[in-house]
């Protein structure tokens, strides 16, 4: 079927595979990515916009309850102006990985183009409360101006409990329970290791945990702005912290470094502390004690596909799912399809190779002994990929279409 609907594609044949992919789903026999192509191919061949956001719509009755699938829908849906639909697809996504910022950023961006007050309230809370990434300065900028815009309608409409409730919330959200930031100077590096309660150790290699620690970020010399490493832990477990700090390379200036250490961050209860460090081979231990923490049990961890703080996730378009493996330039490269049968489906293991193309040329020069001449003796190489053939085979009766390879 993938095979066929490329094929008719590539011809621009749209209302054929217009056809051919509403037949199967009359049929039974739809699949997620059936949707998509049907959508985007009505939206080429010039379909009236409704039966566009009708197929849109329809695709959530068999679209995988994952965040990652959940994301891509409500982007698609927002491209035909159903941000009230598209919100309720971040909300179910939030739903099922509360820790992610992503479903809240892109939420707000939903809740505001529908002016949907309530989402928006949701939406600004769960950037607050999450969006610890790269690019948190102005996803939580943009998050207390949907704040001010919330609270302002409220206080026109005269919802007194609703308000009280939301800033309620928001106090929560601004809180952070625990924060370490190492700052140095020079052109050099260090760098800053978490051990939580739980056992876990937050770091770069590890910038999210269990225990709801963040690695916000990881700096480096020259450049005074970039001289530091900071982690962050919103809603914490009580218990004892260890910040290690560890040499990288280069000159530190003084050989000294500080850590900040900063606890129930934004309320009055903030208590910041300042701990000097000196910078030598061995590891440096500082032990942090947190008493107050909030979180009673263990984070999701987000996958490491995913961390793209406070932005979509960002999936393969319709032709790359249904060219497996084809990239540009003729090369091949991992590439999951993606294929999930609604039932009978069978698993495989794809194999994944990779094949060069293109001019390559050894060359070897050769002096003569009286060192008047060279002679150069070149082996270009031609190679190029001429055709990929796939195949679909069915196995032991059990109706599910399987994937080819090159």
């Given at each position: 079927?993938r095979l066929?609907?490329?094929?008719l594609?590539?011809a621009?044949?749209?209302?054929?595979v217009i056809a051919l992919?509403?037949?199967?789903?009359?049929?039974?026999?739809?699949?997620?990515?059936?949707?998509e192509?049907?959508?985007?191919?009505m939206?080429?061949?010039?379909?009236?916009r409704a039966?566009?956001e009708?197929v849109?719509l329809?695709?959530?009755?068999?679209?995988?309850a994952d965040?990652?699938?959940?994301?891509?829908?409500?982007?698609?849906?927002?491209?035909f102006?159903?941000f009230?639909?598209?919100?309720q697809?971040?909300?179910?996504?939030a739903d099922?990985?509360p820790?992610?910022?992503e479903?809240?950023?892109?939420?707000?961006?939903?809740a505001?183009?529908?002016?949907?007050?309530?989402?928006?309230?949701?939406a600004?809370i769960?950037?607050?409360?999450?969006?610890?990434?790269?690019?948190?300065?102005q996803?939580?900028?943009?998050?207390?101006?949907a704040?001010?815009e919330?609270?302002?309608a409220w206080?026109?409409a005269?919802?007194v409990a609703r308000?009280?409730?939301?800033d309620?919330?928001l106090?929560?959200?601004?809180?952070?329970?625990?924060?370490i930031r190492l700052e140095?100077?020079?052109?050099?590096?260090?760098?800053?290791?978490?051990?939580e309660?739980?056992?876990?150790?937050?770091?770069?290699?590890?910038p999210?945990?269990?225990?709801?620690?963040?690695?916000?970020?990881?700096?480096?010399?020259?450049?005074?702005?970039?001289?530091?490493d900071e982690?962050v832990c919103?809603?914490?477990?009580?218990?004892?912290?260890k910040?290690?700090?560890?040499?990288?390379?280069?000159?530190i200036?003084?050989?000294?470094a500080?850590?900040?250490?900063?606890?129930?961050?934004?309320t009055s209860?903030e208590v910041?502390e300042v701990?000097p460090?000196?910078?030598?081979?061995?590891?440096q231990v500082?032990?942090i004690?947190?008493?107050?923490?909030?979180?009673?049990?263990?984070?999701e961890?987000?996958?490491?596909?995913?961390r793209?703080?406070g932005?979509p996730?960002?999936?393969p378009?319709?032709?790359?799912?249904?060219?497996?493996g084809q990239v540009?330039g003729?090369?091949?490269a991992?590439f999951?399809?993606?294929?999930?049968?609604v039932g009978?489906?069978?698993?495989?293991?794809?194999?994944?190779q990779f094949?060069?193309?293109?001019?390559?040329?050894?060359?070897?020069?050769?002096?003569?002994?009286?060192r008047r001449?060279?002679?150069i003796t070149a082996?270009?190489?031609f190679?190029?990929?001429?055709?990929?053939f796939?195949?679909s085979?069915?196995?032991?009766?059990?109706?599910g279409?399987?994937?080819?390879?090159?």
């Amino acid at each position: 079927m993938r095979l066929l609907v490329k094929e008719l594609s590539e011809a621009k044949r749209h209302n054929d595979v217009i056809a051919l992919l509403e037949q199967a789903i009359l049929a039974g026999q739809s699949q997620p990515w059936m949707y998509e192509v049907l959508a985007l191919t009505m939206e080429v061949a010039g379909r009236p916009r409704a039966q566009v956001e009708r197929v849109l719509l329809s695709s959530r009755d068999v679209t995988p309850a994952d965040v990652h699938s959940l994301l891509y829908l409500a982007a698609y849906l927002a491209r035909f102006e159903r941000f009230p639909q598209a919100l309720q697809c971040c909300r179910q996504a939030a739903d099922l990985e509360p820790n992610r910022p992503e479903p809240y950023g892109e939420g707000l961006r939903f809740a505001e183009r529908a002016k949907d007050t309530l989402g928006m309230a949701w939406a600004s809370i769960g950037v607050l409360t999450y969006c610890w990434g790269p690019d948190r300065e102005q996803h939580r900028q943009r998050a207390e101006g949907a704040v001010a815009e919330v609270r302002t309608a409220w206080q026109k409409a005269g919802d007194v409990a609703r308000l009280l409730e939301f800033d309620r919330a928001l106090a929560e959200a601004r809180r952070c329970d625990l924060q370490i930031r190492l700052e140095f100077s020079g052109a050099g590096d260090l760098d800053l290791l978490v051990e939580e309660p739980t056992g876990e150790t937050c770091s770069h290699d590890t910038p999210y945990t269990r225990g709801g620690g963040v690695f916000a970020h990881d700096g480096h010399g020259p450049q005074p702005a970039d001289c530091y490493d900071e982690y962050v832990c919103p809603i914490a477990f009580s218990g004892e912290y260890k910040a290690i700090v560890r040499y990288g390379w280069g000159q530190i200036v003084g050989k000294r470094a500080r850590l900040i250490v900063t606890r129930a961050a934004g309320t009055s209860d903030e208590v910041r502390e300042v701990v000097p460090i000196s910078v030598e081979a061995e590891d440096q231990v500082v032990r942090i004690s947190l008493k107050n923490g909030r979180r009673q049990r263990a984070a999701e961890v987000i996958p490491a596909d995913h961390r793209q703080s406070g932005r979509p996730v960002v999936r393969p378009t319709v032709l790359q799912q249904l060219a497996p493996g084809q990239v540009a330039g003729g090369q091949t490269a991992p590439f999951n399809i993606g294929a999930q049968p609604v039932g009978g489906g069978v698993g495989y293991q794809p194999v994944i190779q990779f094949f060069s193309t293109g001019i390559t040329m050894t060359a070897m020069a050769t002096v003569s002994g009286d060192r008047r001449y060279v002679r150069i003796t070149a082996l270009p190489l031609f190679s190029e990929i001429t055709d990929v053939f796939t195949f679909s085979f069915v196995s032991g009766g059990t109706g599910g279409a399987g994937g080819g390879q090159p």
